[in-house]
């Protein structure tokens, strides 16, 4: 078992930035994929970003390369998403999710992760 705890949303202004954490406990960090995810209102749950067990691995979705930038702390059972120049477009509930199932390259679907965290709300005022 995983447990996953997101942090770190909350209201700002476009143009502004926002570091979600997510804090993990359970099984081994260190050994497992991580991936962050956002759900608008209305809309299926998207990928954003993900990066393998050591890091050395990363993918992003389009719309946030140059803006966001995903990384974990294995010390600290900890994954970080730094968000730079917020856009309206980025407001949604924020989960983060591990991927412990071994498997070759990052998974990019909700359905690729095992476990997920109860979400944090990020909202982008334009």
């Known amino acids: 078992q995983v447990q996953l705890v997101e942090s770190g949303g909350g209201l700002v202004q476009a143009g502004g930035s926002l570091r979600l954490s997510c804090a993990a406990s359970?099984?081994?960090?260190?050994?497992?994929?991580m991936g962050w995810f956002r759900q608008a209102p209305g809309e299926e749950r998207e990928f954003v970003a993900a990066?393998?067990?050591?890091?050395?691995?990363?993918r992003y979705t389009d719309s946030v390369k140059g803006r966001f930038t995903i990384s974990r702390d294995n010390a600290k059972n900890t994954m970080y998403l730094q968000m730079n120049s917020l856009k309206p477009e980025d407001t949604a509930v924020y989960y983060c999710?591990?991927?412990?199932?071994?498997?070759?390259?990052?998974?990019?679907?909700?359905?690729?992760?095992?476990?997920w965290g109860q979400g944090t709300q990020v909202t982008v005022s334009s």
């Open positions: 359970g099984r081994t960090f260190s050994r497992y994929t």
């Open positions: 999710a591990a991927d412990v199932t071994p498997r070759l390259g990052l998974a990019t679907t909700p359905a690729g992760y095992d476990y």
């Open positions: 990066i393998s067990w050591s890091g050395d691995i990363i």
